[in-house]
């Protein structure tokens, strides 16, 4: 079994950053993927980004790169998600996800993931 805690939510303006933390516990592989998922009010999860835990590959979902930047912390147990220039769309409680198998890749789908963490609130205001 996986556990997943995710960190660093919080209620920031337009424009500014934020770095999000996912912390993986039990058992942990390097053929993990991490995934980065959203969910706004009304809203369907909309995938962020990935990462493969060994090999440093990312993937990112349409209109994410260039402002979202996924990244292996230096305890293996550790993926950040720095967020910058943040909107008041990126509104949403961010999801760390984690796929096992580490395939197929990229992992954008929901049901790709096996483990999932509680969440963490972002709220940008305008």
């Known amino acids: 079994q996986v556990q997943l805690v995710e960190s660093g939510g919080g209620l920031v303006r337009a424009g500014d950053s934020l770095r999000l933390s996912c912390v993986a516990s039990?058992?942990?592989?390097?053929?993990?993927?991490m995934g980065w998922f959203r969910q706004a009010p009304g809203k369907e999860r909309e995938f962020v980004c990935a990462?493969?835990?060994?090999?440093?590959?990312?993937y990112y979902g349409d209109s994410m790169q260039g402002r979202f930047t996924v990244s292996r912390g230096n305890a293996k147990n550790t993926v950040y998600l720095q967020m910058n220039s943040l909107k008041p769309e990126d509104t949403a409680v961010y999801y760390c996800a984690a796929q096992v198998s580490g395939w197929p890749w990229p992992s954008y789908k929901i049901h790709e993931y096996e483990h999932w963490g509680q969440g963490t609130q972002v709220t940008v205001s305008s």
């Open positions: 039990g058992r942990t592989f390097s053929t993990y993927t």
């Open positions: 990462a493969r835990w060994s090999g440093g590959n990312t």
